[in-house]
């Protein structure tokens, strides 16, 4: 399938596990009221949220902001003001940005768990005091299940290791062997349980064996996707990344002394997670700035793309054969879809030659990215080689555009 861009028809809400596998059609389509939409997004934290998580973090190992590098000499050769991008290759002690959201949500699950609340204002619980909780409580034997496509896997085990739980992780027979070896080095030694088929095959067998009855005092399901009754999790995965986009509006202030910041911010997607984070903030409605946001996706696993162009959340068929790996989910979290099919001004599928070129061109720059980070400069290419898409979208010589890159340098076969 070739590079498609794809903005979004208005949408109606339907669920993600009755999603049904569509080809995504290589059309352009426009949404004028996607500008009108402004997130709220629930909270049990109040107006500190934000700061509340980020301080969560800060009390992690290695903790650190990571860098918003400026691009001038892509900016120049694409013909627009500037183009920013906020580099993940190393968080809290991980290649990507996964372990924002991995640690709050398992954080705040394990305490939801406990019967332990958070309260406004007040110091969060540490590390040593859960711990001393699961200890005094006989919970040692606590596993942590989820379901990954690759960095989540990680990012779930290193967190339940800093709590002293143990991990099983299900992932497709798709996922490179070493990533499953990295997902078993984590926290305090991972089990990998392989399912036969993609993303949403091994979503469905954690799930299944994280509410098996009868064994909800020795299990506790994790998972970034949201389902029907369990939307709380993934909530607080998307609160996690909230730190990225709060470490953001800071620099971006220092970068430009106060001036305007994006006009346009680019994102990837998988299962929509981070999308759905970065779509909330920009569209947040205390902001009064008007931030377009375009998701990215591979072309061959882009769930969004065809939700967008259906105008209902639906699944597409993947396989084994994308070097961006991580975002090789084919379908969406319900609660990702609800944010998206409103908030987001495009979608834009890319290839993985296009993907390995990003790559090689960041590199040129200085900045080590994967292919599903760099994915969100191709589609930043793809949009600006489609003159009538970038004239509606807005991309001319005063655009701004932020690009999140979401993972690290890693291994993967160049595309022929």
């Known amino acids: ?115 332990v609340g958070l309260v406004p204002n007040q110091a969060l619980p540490s590390l040593d005091d859960i711990k001393k909780v699961i200890h005094d409580k006989g919970l040692e034997e606590l596993k942590v299940i989820t379901a990954t496509a690759g960095n989540w896997g990680r990012a779930v085990a290193k967190m339940a290791g800093y709590l002293g739980l143990k991990t099983v992780v299900f992932g497709s027979d798709h996922m490179h062997p070493t990533t499953r070896e990295l997902i078993r080095n984590e926290g305090l030694g991972a089990e990998v349980r392989v399912v036969r088929g993609g993303y949403v095959d091994a979503a469905n067998e954690a799930r299944e064996y994280g509410m098996e009855e009868g064994r909800e005092k020795e299990r506790l ?20 990344y909230s730190t990225m986009l709060t470490e953001y509006e800071t620099q971006i202030r220092e970068q430009t002394d106060g001036q305007r910041g994006a006009t346009h911010a680019f994102v990837p997607c998988g299962c929509g997670s981070i999308a759905s984070a970065v779509t909330q903030f920009f569209r947040d409605a205390k902001r009064e700035d008007d931030v377009k946001v375009v998701v990215v996706e591979p072309d061959s696993a882009a769930c969004l793309l065809a939700s967008l162009e259906r105008g209902e959340d639906s699944t597409v068929e993947t396989g084994d054969e994308t070097i961006m790996c991580g975002m090789n989910c084919g379908t969406l979290s319900g609660s990702a879809w609800e944010v998206l099919g409103k908030g987001v001004e495009a979608g834009v599928a890319v290839t993985d030659k296009e993907a390995h070129r990003a790559v090689v061109d960041l590199e040129n720059e200085g900045v080590e990215a994967g292919p599903c980070g760099a994915a969100t400069l191709a589609g930043l290419r793809r949009v600006c080689a489609d003159v009538s898409a970038r004239e509606k979208l807005g991309l001319g010589v005063e655009a701004v555009v932020v690009l999140f890159c979401t993972e690290g340098k890693r291994e993967y076969e160049v595309p022929v």
Do not use: C
């Open 221 to 240: 399901l994790v998972m970034d996707m949201g389902f029907e009754g369990g939307e709380k999790v993934p909530g607080w995965v998307v609160e996690g």
């Open 1 to 115: 399938m070739s590079a498609t861009l794809l903005i979004k028809l208005p949408a109606r809400r339907s669920q993600l596990s009755r999603a049904a596998s569509v080809i995504m059609p290589p059309t352009v389509q426009f949404n004028p009221s996607a500008t009108s939409w402004r997130s709220s997004p629930p909270t049990d934290l109040g107006s500190t949220t934000s700061q509340t998580i980020q301080t969560f973090h800060s009390l992690l190992p290695s903790y650190s902001p990571t860098p918003l590098q400026p691009l001038p000499s892509i900016a120049q050769d694409l013909g627009i003001k500037a183009v920013y991008l906020k580099s993940e290759a190393s968080r809290l002690g991980l290649p990507s940005f996964k372990i924002l959201g991995a640690s709050w949500a398992v954080y705040r699950a394990v305490l939801d768990f406990l019967a």
